[in-house]
């Protein structure tokens, strides 16, 4: 792939895929952008924004017909408290695979965007590698059916397509950065936080989530991640785990936010402590192994502790300027 090269990027309105298409766009490359939702205005510049779904015959004609050099797909139903059935299914994991089909006719390369959540609970707390995702002593599996489609995909992917189609699965763990507040209550529990303790003071937590941990990884270190993926000239087909490969404890994020709301106000920040209503189905530690992407991409974007506490202050200082303006 090469600067001006055509770019298909769906689920373009979508939080990280909005800063995939500013990542492409920044790059120089041609990007077209499909999503059900509007185009962002401050992104209409930076692609050919078409309002749709991403298996609409005539996308998928495109497709294969060899239109796009790269396809990243961003596209999908994040809720994880989505019902198991027929439309997930589609959504998720059938409808994906028709595009994999469609990016082998037409020779492009695929990008998609799979989940951590695929390992579930984590038996050692320790980071996990791509290939454990089936065993049951290292992890248990989905805790819920959006992680089950995710799974479901990437097993499909590695059965159909394990030769004759350039494709990368990415287990994004924790994203989170600027733009992410309108994916509610799906949004990163840091992001979530720290919007809580800027325009409240207060913070709710689980009772029993201040010892989990999670690996957090910032929005643009994705993308840039996902662009020099594109790129680069050969990346063995497989599933990549795409995290910081450390984590951070709801009890440091407690204190984080603590420390940012008294150095910005003078006052105690509260935390309320709340029962838990899917403690069976709550990730109390994720934390990915990320060995796999360091050999396929040398020199790929990392993140540290200190980084994500950096970008978190950022986005603290953020969330005060817009809820004093």
């Known amino acids: 792939m090469t600067p001006g090269s055509t770019v298909l990027v769906t689920g373009a309105a979508g939080f990280i895929g909005r800063h995939t298409v500013s990542a492409f766009h920044t790059a120089g490359h041609q990007v077209t952008a499909i999503d059900l939702r509007p185009a962002p205005p401050h992104l209409a510049h930076a692609a050919r924004w078409h309002r749709g779904d991403f298996t609409a015959p005539d996308l998928l004609a495109e497709v294969a017909a060899g239109r796009y050099a790269t396809v990243i797909h961003q596209a999908g139903n994040s809720d ?6 027929p ?8 409808g994906p695979l028709r595009l994999a089909e469609a990016c082998r006719t037409g020779g492009a390369r695929l990008i998609y965007a799979s989940s951590h959540s695929v390992y579930g609970t984590l038996h050692h707390r320790t980071p996990i590698t791509e290939d454990a995702d089936t065993d049951r002593t290292r992890c248990s599996g989905p805790l819920n059916p959006y992680s089950a489609s995710k799974l479901a995909l990437d097993q499909q992917m590695r059965t159909r397509h394990a030769t004759g189609l350039a494709w990368a699965g990415l287990r994004y763990t924790n994203v989170f950065g600027p733009d992410e507040t309108d994916k509610g209550p799906m949004a990163s529990i840091l992001t979530q936080l720290l919007r809580q303790a800027a325009r409240t003071g207060t913070v ?14 910032a929005v643009e270190t994705v993308t840039t991640t996902i662009v020099q993926l594109a790129a680069a000239p050969a990346v063995p087909t497989a599933v990549y785990n795409v995290g910081a490969g450390t984590t951070v404890s709801f009890a ?7 420390r940012l709301h008294r150095a910005a106000t003078g006052r105690n920040l509260r935390i309320d402590l709340a029962p838990n209503p899917v403690s069976a189905a709550y990730q109390y530690f994720t934390c990915a192994d990320m060995t796999t992407l360091d050999k396929a991409l040398p020199g790929r974007p990392t ?9 978190a202050t950022e986005l603290f200082r953020a969330f005060r300027a817009t809820s004093t303006a």
């Open 303 to 311: 993140t540290s502790a200190q980084s994500i506490e950096t970008r």
């Open 252 to 258: 440091d994020l407690a204190q984080w936010c603590a």
């Open 204 to 217: 709710r937590v689980f009772e029993d989530s201040l010892t989990a941990a999670r690996d957090y990884i």
């Open 80 to 85: 994880t408290r989505a019902p198991a059935g």
């Open 87 to 94: 439309d997930l299914d589609e959504t998720n994991t059938l």
